[in-house]
Nanobody, 121 residues
Framework: QLQLVESGGGLVQPGGSLRLSCAAS????????IGWFRQAPGKEREGVSC????????NYADSVRGRFTISRDNAENTVYLQMNSLKPEDTAVYYC??????????????WGQGTQVTVSS
């Protein structure tokens, strides 16, 4: 079964940190660019960050640049999203997705089920 599984979400106070993981099973993540997306209640899904298959390039939404860092460990078949200096507006369900293309593609082949991140005091 081909799937992506996110983990690491939870409740954190403003200014805190979380690290999300996106683990693949049934396929080799190293061939895919991986994007992180989020969707807050009542809002459209937005792209947060993306990393190329090799890990050599990445991009970030303006709203998270400088606070979030995407990385990957292809040997572990896992991609990470380190989130620092979290703000209440970062509250959302976070999803990872895999595309056989590049971070410039808009179509993704596999999606995870999402993990909830709540930033609140």
């Amino acid at each position: 079964q081909l799937q992506l599984v996110e983990s690491g979400g939870g409740l954190v106070q403003p200014g805190g940190s979380l690290r999300l993981s996106c683990a693949a099973s049934g396929f080799t993540l190293a061939y895919y660019a991986i994007g992180w997306f989020r969707q807050a209640p009542g809002k459209e899904r937005e792209g947060v960050s993306c990393i190329s298959s090799s890990g050599g390039s990445s991009n970030y939404a303006d709203s998270v640049r400088g606070r979030f860092t995407i990385s990957r460990d292809n040997a572990e078949n896992t991609v990470y999203l380190q989130m620092n200096s979290l703000k209440p507006e970062d509250t959302a369900v976070y999803y990872c997705a895999a595309t056989f293309g590049s971070c410039l593609d808009s179509l993704y082949d596999y999606w995870g089920q999402g993990t909830q991140v709540t930033v609140s005091s």
